[in-house]
């Protein structure tokens, strides 16, 4: 077993009298979090029985069932009832409500801060019982992507729809910006904004809210989108290092002022060479971003490599290691960016059904939660494989922890030790096939319509012939 489920909580408590029925559902945390902080920093009566710790605990659930209505969840919650909850008549007799109004009110009340605190504990926890990757470093890969939300006017209003000359979209668009760990492949706090309208952001305006979550000395590793001074200055000003792609005209700047320090082949037999440069923004990059320092430079290394098919893969970076590591560290971006894809399509994450901006905020957070647990959980399969985790195959493993440790009841503690083990037996065994030579290039497919259009065609008849104004 991992060296993280075994360890013990900071209260203090021995693994006996741990909460066995939560574990049923939740194995994983019982050694990562302290059920009882959230409620600490979020206190509420004695009799409260959705504590801020049960609330969070249900929008996990629902975070790993995007389909889970809240019904659903306060049914799971009753025949389950973990007993890390304040003891409560109505539990004890089997007589709470099934009604989803106190939950309703819960989820509402829990603030942003324990929210944050609690994904944030369990991102780190995580991170931190998996090796690092390059050397004593762990690499983090930043990447954005943006989901639609439910068209309710306040979510409209803190992120505007897309439009064109044609009109307003319907839906609500939020750009987002991740950074999973190499290693684990679990997520820090996604930093959020509105892609479109006058506050709109820009990915790398959200990468210092990432980079300040990162342990020091780790490595920001990111695509030609991120390859700008201002994600290399960011980066550089928190202790960390950079790994960043360069398109063909931006290396080229740079290349012109550079010196030619080494080159040579790779064991496939294609040219590389390696520049030193002292990196300085250009005009362009102080109009972007005036809060740059006057004097603000970066001593860097420009790597270019042959790839196959003609192409060339253009690096800047502050690391010093052999150009062949280089490369070889940021070729396994591959590997997040199918992780993206399996919170996105996997778990659902892109279809988020919040009809306020705060609830958004949490659901998205306690989603992370969720993946995060499945990607542990699939590391620990792979443990006992002795296979790489992205070996095996994330779906299947999702669905055998589902099937073995959510969707059962189970009666103890030894029973629900007895189900776990069980369960990353079937899944150390999901293992995607293993097909050497295949190669599919990366495509863009044209987005299918939304069935969208009678709510777009209100929106446009409301814009055009407005209500009139009641006269007093």
């Known amino acids: ?176 910006v991740m950074a999973h760990e190499l290693s684990s492949g679990c997520a820090l706090i996604p930093q959020i904004g509105p892609m479109y309208g006058p506050d709109a952001v820009s990915e790398t305006a959200l990468v210092p809210g990432l980079i300040a979550q990162m342990p020091p000395q780790s490595i920001v590793l990111g695509d030609a989108n991120f390859g700008i001074f201002f994600v290399a200055h960011a980066a550089h000003q928190k202790a960390q290092n950079f790994l960043l792609r360069l398109t063909a005209s931006r290396f080229r700047s740079l290349q012109k002022w550079a010196r030619l320090i080494d080159e040579g082949k790779t064991a496939a037999g294609l040219n590389w060479k390696t520049y030193t440069h002292t990196w300085k923004p250009s005009r362009a990059d102080r109009q972007k971003h005036p809060d740059l320092p006057a004097d603000a430079s970066l001593l860097v290394r420009l790597h270019e490599f042959e790839i196959p098919g003609g192409k060339k893969l253009l690096i800047v970076t502050d690391l010093t290691q052999p150009a062949e590591e280089i490369a070889k560290a940021y070729r396994q971006r591959v590997d997040i960016e199918t992780d993206i894809g399996n919170f996105k399509v996997v778990l659902d994450g892109e279809h988020i059904r919040s009809r306020t901006v705060p609830m958004f905020h949490k659901e998205l957070l306690t989603s992370f939660v969720g993946y995060n647990l499945v990607c542990q959980f699939r590391r620990q399969a792979a443990k006992l494989a002795n296979v790489p985790p992205r070996r095996l195959s994330f779906t299947r493993v999702w669905t055998t922890f589902r099937e073995f440790m959510i969707n059962t009841r189970l009666a103890d503690a030894f029973t629900a030790r007895q189900q776990f083990d069980r369960a990353l037996y079937y899944a150390s065994r999901m293992k995607l096939p293993n097909r050497p030579g295949r190669n599919f290039p990366r495509e863009a497919y044209r987005q299918t319509h939304k069935s969208n259009g009678f709510l777009k065609r209100k929106i446009r008849d409301e814009h055009r012939n407005p209500p009139p104004t009641e006269v007093k």
């Not at 029985?49 to 209505?69: D, I």
């Not at 509402?108 to 944030?120: C, D, I, P, Q, S």
């Not at 983090?140 to 307003?168: C, I, M, W």
């Open 1 to 176: 077993m991992d060296a993280i489920t075994n360890v013990s909580l900071s209260n203090g408590m021995s693994e006996s009298a741990r909460d066995f029925e939560l574990a049923a559902a939740f194995t994983l945390l019982e050694g990562a979090v302290d059920w009882w902080r959230p409620d600490e920093i979020m206190p509420l009566g004695p009799a409260t029985v959705y504590t801020a710790s049960v609330t969070l605990w249900l929008l996990v659930y629902q975070g790993m069932h995007p389909r889970a209505t809240l019904s659903e969840s306060v049914q799971y919650f009753i025949n389950h009832r973990p007993k890390h909850i304040p003891d409560n008549k109505r539990l004890r007799d089997g007589t709470l409500s099934e009604a989803t109004g106190a939950y309703s009110q819960a989820r509402n009340r829990l603030t942003m801060e324990v929210t944050e605190w609690f994904a944030g504990e369990v991102s780190r926890l995580l991170i931190d019982a998996a090796p690092p990757t390059f050397g004593d470093q762990r690499i983090y890969f930043f990447d954005g992507s943006t989901v639609t939300l439910t068209p309710e006017p306040a979510l409209r209003k803190a992120f505007p729809p897309a439009s064109n000359q044609h009109g307003t979209a319907a839906f609500p668009v939020v750009l987002f």
